[in-house]
């Protein structure tokens, strides 16, 4: 079974910059895309950015040109770096991968969550 572990949350004033990384660890015969998610107090999780398999980048309306995903597919990493992050960026966010398991049924995994905080 597939597990996400992501790291690199923290407190930052507004203007500044995180790395936010997650590892995926287990046996799967593939990890399809990959992305990051976020809520915030009394908000619905939203989609910040996803990768696919093949490298290519989408992102949320509020968050392009600020964020950039990359994802390492020999390692199994997703990352997300944040910069200009604004107040309104505050949010646990947390990653999530599509995944092919061993089996034949795709399962979507979602990571424990991250905690950003952006001060003004």
């Known amino acids: 079974q597939v597990q996400l572990v992501e790291s690199g949350g923290g407190l930052v004033q507004a203007g500044g910059s995180l790395r936010l990384s997650c590892a995926a660890s287990?046996?799967?015969?593939?990890?399809?895309?990959m992305g990051w998610y976020r809520q915030a107090p009394g908000k619905q999780r939203e989609l910040v950015a996803a990768?696919?398999?093949?490298?290519?980048?989408t992102y949320a309306d509020s968050v392009r040109g600020r964020f950039t995903i990359s994802r390492d597919n020999g390692k199994n990493t997703v990352s997300m770096q944040m910069n200009g992050l604004k107040p309104e960026d505050t949010a646990v966010y947390y990653c999530?991968?599509?995944?092919?398991?061993?089996?034949?049924?795709?399962?979507?995994?979602w990571g424990k969550g991250t905690l950003v905080t952006v001060s003004s």
């Open positions: 999530n991968a599509d995944v092919q398991p061993m089996g034949p049924y795709p399962m979507n995994v």
């Open positions: 287990g046996i799967a015969r593939s990890i399809n895309a």
């Open positions: 990768i696919s398999s093949g490298g290519t980048p």
